[in-house]
C-alpha cells in the first residue's frame, strides 16, 4: 500500500507524538518511583527510630524501678545508650553510619550483658525467659558487630523487632511472675 506525503507525515507525527507522551509516562514513573524509595526509607527509618527511642524510654523507666529494688545502674546506662542510638537512627542522614552502628552495637552489648547479669540472679522459673532475652540481644550486636546486616534498614529493623519481641516477653514473664506471688 502506497503512502502518499501527507498519510506518511501524519504517522511520523503520531509516531512522534506517541514517542514523546510514553516517554514523559516513563520518565514520570521513574521520578515517582525514586520519590516514593526515598520517602519510604525515611518514613521507615523514622518507624523504626521511633520503636526505638519509646522501648529506649521505657527501658530507662523499667531500669529505674529496678535499680530503687537493687539492680545494679548498668541497666540504666544501657537503656540510656539504647535511647542515644535511637536518636542516631532517627538522625542518620546527620551521622555517619560507623558511629550509628558502634551506639548500636555498644547499647546492645550492653543490655545484653545486664539481662544475662539479672537472669542469673533470678529464680529458676523466671531465669530462662530473661537469659533467652540476654542471649538474643548479644546476638544482635554479635551479627551488627559482623557487619553482616550492612546496616541495611530492613534486616536493622528485623534485629531490633525481634529484640523487643523477646525482650518485651521475657519482663512480662517476671512482671506475671511477680504478680503471682504477691498474690499467694
Known amino acids: 500500500m502506497l503512502k502518499t506525503a ?7 507525527a503520531t509516531l512522534r507524538q506517541r514517542s514523546i507522551s510514553i516517554g514523559g509516562a516513563l520518565c514520570l514513573l521513574g521520578v515517582a518511583s525514586c520519590v516514593t ?10 518507624e523504626i527510630s521511633v520503636a526505638m527511642l519509646t522501648a529506649g524510654i521505657l527501658q530507662i ?3 529505674f524501678a529496678a535499680h530503687r529494688r537493687g539492680w545494679p ?14 536518636l542516631a537512627v532517627l538522625f542518620e542522614p ?33 531465669r530462662g525467659w530473661e537469659a533467652l532475652s540476654g542471649i538474643t540481644t548479644l546476638g544482635v550486636a554479635a551479627i551488627l558487630e559482623a557487619g553482616l546486616p550492612e546496616m541495611s534498614l530492613w534486616p536493622l529493623g528485623f534485629a531490633i523487632a525481634l529484640d523487643l519481641v523477646v525482650e518485651g516477653a521475657a519482663l512480662a514473664n517476671i512482671g506475671w511472675a511477680m504478680r503471682s506471688q504477691s498474690g499467694r
Open 6 to 12: 501527507d498519510g506518511a507525515d501524519h504517522d511520523q
Open 37 to 46: 524509595l526515598f520517602v519510604i526509607n525515611r518514613l521507615t527509618t523514622f
Open 73 to 86: 545502674p548498668f541497666t540504666l546506662a544501657a537503656s540510656a545508650l539504647y535511647v542515644v542510638a535511637a
Open 94 to 126: 546527620l551521622i555517619d553510619m560507623r558511629w550509628i552502628e558502634l551506639l548500636l552495637v555498644g547499647s546492645l552489648a550492653m543490655a545484653g550483658i545486664s539481662r544475662l547479669a539479672t537472669a542469673a540472679r533470678l529464680g529458676a522459673k523466671l
Open 61 to 63: 523507666s523499667h531500669g
